[in-house]
């Protein structure tokens, strides 16, 4: 089916401001303010903020119809999605259909069941002073927000987002990863013919781009991408006290206690360090194990790697390779910390590095000063489980600690004895694909969450509210002065709350 034909007669706009690349779709906004010397992106807002200030978003229906329309786009463009995400990366279809299509659809399917319930005024508890009113919680869309997205699932990140910006209620304006190319473009030329384009638009460019498009005034900001430029964007939103969520990454540790099933947990690890090519912000990035447990893992994540690429990954269709060539030479460089156990080869051609473990890998090394972002897998030894987690605490709260242990007890020990933004028993990444879960960082890591009611959470303001009659004024003079005693005693017994016996969590 054609796009146009799907998209209710609407057309959300593009904003493309690289130079050499030719402008899609109308462009009037940015033309005005060029003009007249002001930001090019001051038009766009502007112009957003007006349907967001005439309530276009608000209703129900326009938050159903849009969410929608996005299902429609995710199905009509599979073929053309699976192609751009091969372009970029090589991204195996099956991983792309996954995780860029699938994940999605669940996000929105969710939020469309969900979205009655979600929008709902909460009322809440009242005490004596505010009997007789109503009092309950607006869930107030933002207004205008601004996502901005990563490579490395360029669809997912930028999409997820918009599904609860979306059902919040808010005007969106989007900008996609300007290394994940291909991806880029097929957003810009194909998403706006499903959207409303009074109220969603698609901006492209790097970091030129959105650093004009972030001295703009925006009501929310949510960024995906690293800490570095994470702390450029809260920077900028600062300026204008904007409020914002910011999904960034680190080093996932993942703790492999004795004994166990290990080529069960050499599989899982493979398959959470190689899936897109280990360009994934929740992928286990390093082990931590005793020096037995690694000269017993070592032979099993040499089986799981042979079985699941074959003897020469570099031929197998369901090995992603590094996004750009930045990506693999620093990915690269990293191959020189410990002694390659496995793998290592490399070519620079096809940017392809393949699956890789490095063995006795000392803390000190480049493999454990940044987050691996690919196919790299170093191992650390440690003693045990206490020294497991002290080095896990020694180090900035990650996206995710992994731990694989038969015994309960290890896993609950590190369980409460760290902190991450997520945490995962005997499997990498499986938090992530639940939309009942919050996803998000903590301190190096990130700040907020999103994914199903949490993403409507994210982009949605909690207004309080009480309504109050214009009548019944007798009822008020305990609070005007003169003051008196007699009136503070009312005061206070009508709303002061009292301690319920003792705390117990039973
Ligand atoms: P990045 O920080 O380089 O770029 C992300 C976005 O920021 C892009 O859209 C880019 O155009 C923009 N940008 C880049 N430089 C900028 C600047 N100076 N000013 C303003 N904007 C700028 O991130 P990346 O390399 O695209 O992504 C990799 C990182 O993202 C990894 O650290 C990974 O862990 C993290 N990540 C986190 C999550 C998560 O959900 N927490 C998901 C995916 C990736």
């Known amino acids: 089916m054609d796009a146009t034909n799907t998209s209710q007669g609407n057309n959300m706009t593009t904003h493309q401001d690289t130079p050499g690349k030719v402008p899609v779709g109308s462009d009037t906004g940015k033309m005005d303010s060029k003009a007249a010397g002001m930001n090019p992106y001051a038009g766009l807002v502007s112009g957003l903020r007006a349907a967001w200030l005439a309530g276009k978003t608000r209703g129900a229906e326009h938050r159903v119809s849009q ?60 005490n004596l002073v505010t009997r007789l009113d109503t009092a309950f919680i607006r869930k107030d869309p933002y207004g205008v927000v601004l996502i901005i997205g990563p490579w490395n699932y360029p669809l997912h990140l930028i999409l997820v987002p918009l599904v609860g910006a979306i059902a919040a209620g808010n005007c ?5 990863s300007e290394i994940s190319s291909c991806t880029e473009k097929l957003v810009a030329e194909m998403l706006p013919s499903y959207l409303d384009k009074d109220c969603f638009a698609v901006v492209t460019g790097g970091p030129a781009e959105t650093t004009q498009l972030l001295e703009n005034k925006f009501d929310y900001i949510f960024y995906t991408g690293g800490p570095q430029v994470g702390r450029i964007v809260m920077t900028a939103a600062a300026k204008h006290l904007t409020p914002l969520t910011l999904e960034l990454g680190g080093k996932n540790p993942c703790y492999v206690a004795e004994g166990g099933d290990l080529q ?40 799981a ?97 992994y731990v694989f242990a038969a015994d309960s007890k290890v896993v609950h ?66 609070r005007y002065p003169p003051y008196s005693q007699r009136k503070l005693g009312l005061l206070a017994a009508a709303s002061q709350i009292q301690r319920k016996g003792t705390c117990s969590l039973q």
Request: hydrophobic residues 40%; aromatic residues 8%; contains cysteine.
């Open 305 to 401: 790697i042979a079985q699941f690429y074959g003897p020469d990954p570099r031929a197998s269709p369901d090995f992603a390779r590094l996004v750009s060539d930045r990506q693999f030479q620093r990915v690269r460089a990293l191959l020189g910390s410990g002694r390659v156990a496995l793998g290592g080869q490399t070519d620079e051609q096809e940017r392809y590095i393949a699956p890789t473990v490095l063995a006795d890998v000392q803390p000190s090394e480049p493999a454990m000063q940044e987050e691996i972002f690919g196919p790299v897998l170093p191992i650390v030894t440690v003693p045990g489980v206490d020294e497991a987690i002290a080095f896990i605490n020694s180090r900035e709260r990650p996206l995710a600690v």
């Open 264 to 303: 069960s947990v050499a599989n899982r690890l493979v398959w959470g360090r190689c899936f897109n090519a280990g360009q994934t912000c929740v992928a286990p990035d390093y082990v931590l194990c005793s020096p037995e447990t690694q000269e017993k893992l070592l032979p099993a994540l040499g089986r």
């Open 172 to 176: 969106v304006i989007i900008k996609p």
């Open 67 to 126: 969410l929608e329309a996005l299902g429609r786009f995710l199905d009509d463009k599979k073929q053309p999605i699976l192609d751009a995400m091969a372009s970029d990366m090589r991204k195996p279809p099956l991983e792309a259909e996954l995780s860029e299509i699938l994940l999605v659809k669940n996000e929105v399917n969710y939020a469309l069941n969900s979205l009655a319930s979600w929008m709902k005024d909460e009322f809440v508890e009242k």
């Open 413 to 478: 020990r590190v369980l409460e004895q760290t902190s991450s933004g997520g945490f995962g028993a005997n499997d990498p990444m499986m938090h992530m694909t639940l939309p009942s879960l919050p996803f998000g960082g903590i301190g190096n890591s990130g700040l907020g969450s999103y994914h199903g009611k949490f993403g409507f959470d994210t982009f949605t303001h909690q207004r309080a509210c009480v309504l109050r009659s214009s009548g019944l004024e007798a009822l008020n003079s305990p």
